[in-house]
């Protein structure tokens, strides 16, 4: 086994402190990573807090890894030591069903096994990037580009795909009004992408203080939703809402932007269920769908893409020490637009 070190929560109440523990050896189709920069997702605090589901405890959380190849296993392939390369948010599948031959693990039909608080095939926890090393079989490692900052390619691994996904998925482009509901780590690489893919992008957000910041990325048009009158102006209006907000909101308001046929799409994972009137789809024939993470065919098409067109998330780069106070602000909605951990601070 590989002795190894990182930040875990002991249980839902604890503050994450520095813990040791061990990784599996190396196997034939593994690759091992020295993780350099893993980012914060929201995702972490929901799991940690058991916001969805009982969680498995020691957690280490962390699923946009990023570091360098230091071992490959006898069979592996795909890299060699010193490559770079990131895990996101799965490090298995069941690899047979329809779902994952068509390259969509993540709606894997035998449960894929995320990169932390999941179990393996071999019954083991995962532990994730919120420390020094990961070992994974090299089909989910992805392959990253030298030409960008480490850093800031880190939230592509969760943050990017999560919002390429989609947004490639329902062809959104030119001709179509996209609302990024939510501005933060999620929301501000939808408006890049939505962007980037020809869209007329609006953020609609609680924060009038990211108004410049929204149009910095990108952005053409900035909704404060607080401000009735904002909120009157855009209504009907929007071809597609990407919702990434973390906590309850009104959902029947939010439809109400929508035009005729229009979508509106979940990714935005709050703990307590949608409370949504039959009225406010039916009146407009509109849709709501959701989507989860991506596939790794994918993620490494986002990140080539991102690479191509030199897309890359806005970070905050912190020491570990201060991952509580990182939470928090996230928990304000104070991030700008998503913290990414140092690792060489552990
Ligand atoms: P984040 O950085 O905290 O951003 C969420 C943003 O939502 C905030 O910055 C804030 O933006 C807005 N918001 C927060 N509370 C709100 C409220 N009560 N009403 C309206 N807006 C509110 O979080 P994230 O990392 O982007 O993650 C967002 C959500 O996506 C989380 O629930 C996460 O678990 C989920 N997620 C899902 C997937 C998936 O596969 N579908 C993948 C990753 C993450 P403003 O200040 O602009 O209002
Ligand atoms: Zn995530
Ligand atoms: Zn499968």
């Given at each position: 086994?590989?002795a ?62 990023v ?9 592996s ?41 999941s ?21 989910f490692?992805l ?8 850093a ?9 795909i ?12 030119k ?11 999620l ?11 020809g869209?007329e992008?609006?953020?609609?957000s ?30 009907g ?5 990407l ?34 009137s ?31 067109h ?8 912190i ?17 700008r ?10």
């Open positions: 086994m590989i190894s070190k990182g930040y875990a929560a002991q249980g839902p109440t604890t503050n994450l402190a520095p813990w040791n523990f061990e990784r599996r050896e190396v196997g034939a189709h593994d690759v091992q990573i020295e993780i350099q920069f893993c980012g914060v997702c929201h995702s972490d605090l929901h799991q940690i807090k058991n916001d969805w589901f009982p969680g498995i405890f020691p957690m280490v959380p962390g699923h946009e890894i570091g360098k190849i230091i071992k490959v296993g006898s069979e392939k795909k890299f060699k030591i010193g490559d770079l390369a990131g895990v996101g948010c799965l490090v298995d599948s069941c690899r047979t069903c329809e779902n994952c031959q068509e390259g969509l693990e993540q709606y894997c039909l035998n449960h894929n096994v995320g990169t932390y608080n179990k393996g095939k071999d019954g083991l926890p995962t532990y994730g990037g919120y420390s020094n090393n990961i070992v994974v079989h090299e089909d490692a392959r990253i580009s030298n030409k960008l900052s480490l800031a390619v880190a939230p592509l691994l969760c943050a990017g999560t919002t390429y996904s989609p947004l490639r998925y329902w062809k959104v482009g001709g179509h009004k996209l609302a990024v509901l939510g501005l933060g780590g929301g501000h690489m939808a408006v890049k992408f939505g962007v980037s893919f869209a992008v609006t953020v609609l609680t924060s009038p203080s990211k108004e410049k910041e929204a149009k910095a990325l990108g952005a053409h048009k900035f909704v404060v939703t607080s401000d009735p009158a904002q909120i009157a102006a855009v209504k209006s929007f071809d597609f809402i919702d990434t907000v973390s906590a309850e909101h009104d959902m029947n308001m939010y439809l109400s932007l929508l035009r005729t046929n229009g979508t509106h799409i979940i990714v935005g994972a709050p703990s307590d269920p949608h409370s949504i039959a009225f406010s789809l039916l009146g407009g024939r509109k849709s709501l769908a959701g989507s989860g993470i991506g596939g790794l065919p994918e993620t490494q098409e986002m990140l080539d893409y991102c690479a191509e030199n897309i890359l998330s806005d970070i905050e780069i020491d570990i020490k201060d991952i509580h106070k990182s939470y928090e602000r996230m928990l304000k909605g104070d991030v637009y998503r913290f990414v951990i140092d690792i060489a601070t552990l």
